[in-house]
């Protein structure tokens, strides 16, 4: 089993809820869960009434029982507040094609230096627990 999908699963089998150290940068604000971070190939969707548009595919930076960070290309298209649609596809699963789907709003973007380059992180926080999916084949488009 892939190293990182362990760490995942660890993530998930850990008690969650317990309150922590205020961040650096927001000291007011305090976070329920602790972030992990994560590689794994995320697609993000816009959502705008029953449809999807503008779908990136990125990777995830962290993740945590309530939220998670994904790298953008694109940070112009998301705000503060925007719902997002999220298809995690798990590494080390080739053989089950595993996907978490997840409704998000975006908390924050914000640059942050990841081996000596400038990115653009999406803070997104979950409106409900994970939906577990195998995928077949034909979901895989050709997304940017």
Do not use: W
């Not at 990182?4 to 604000?29: C, I, M, V, W």
Request: net charge negative; with cysteine.
């Amino acid at each position: 089993m892939d190293l990182t999908f362990k760490r995942f699963l660890e993530f998930f089998n850990r008690s969650s809820g317990q309150e922590h150290e205020a961040t650096p940068d927001l000291k007011s604000y305090k976070r329920s869960f602790n972030r992990f971070p994560i590689e794994f190939e995320v697609i993000v969707s816009v959502l705008d009434g029953d449809a999807h548009h503008d779908s990136e595919r990125s990777e995830l930076h962290d993740v945590s029982g309530g939220g998670a960070m994904f790298i953008s290309c694109l940070s112009e298209r998301y705000y503060p507040g925007q719902i997002l649609k999220l298809d995690i596809f798990l590494a080390g699963t080739e053989d089950v094609r595993a996907c978490i789907k997840a409704e998000a709003s975006v908390v924050r973007i914000h640059q942050f230096e990841a081996n000596g380059q400038e990115k653009t992180g999406v803070a997104v926080k979950f409106h409900k627990p994970f939906e577990f999916e195998r995928m077949d084949s034909s979901f895989f488009g050709n997304l940017p």
